[in-house]
């Protein structure tokens, strides 16, 4: 069992910066696949990100690549999604979410997920 704890979103102005937190419960967490994704008002949940072990093993969504980058510390069970250049339509909520299968992720698949933080930039 994995429980999920997002943290650090806000109200940012367009052109900014966030850093969200996902602080991951349970010994197994460096043997999951960690991601994030996020939900626009009246919109589908959307892929953000994945990490597994390290740099060979992260995948971004075409629309954050180069803006956002995501990291991980298995040493405190924490994965993070470093959030620059920040655009109103990147206002969503922001869920953290593992996987113990590659793949998965990328389409949607989390075994278990956040409660979601809010991010909302404005113009």
């Known amino acids: 069992q994995v429980q999920l704890v997002e943290s650090g979103g806000g109200l940012v102005q367009a052109g900014g910066s966030l850093r969200l937190s996902c602080a991951a419960s349970?010994?197994?967490?460096?043997?999951?696949?960690m991601g994030w994704f996020r939900q626009a008002p009246g919109k589908e949940r959307e892929f953000v990100a994945t990490i597994y072990w390290g740099a060979g093993s992260i995948y971004y969504a075409s629309s954050v690549k180069g803006r956002f980058t995501i990291s991980r510390d298995n040493a405190k069970g924490t994965v993070y999604l470093q959030m620059n250049s920040l655009k109103p339509e990147d206002t969503a909520v922001y869920y953290c979410?593992?996987?113990?299968?590659?793949?998965?992720?990328?389409?949607?698949?989390?075994?278990?997920w956040g409660q979601g933080t809010q991010v909302t930039v404005s113009s």
């Open positions: 979410a593992a996987n113990r299968l590659p793949g998965r992720l990328q389409v949607g698949v989390g075994d278990y």
């Open positions: 349970g010994r197994t967490f460096s043997t999951y696949y």
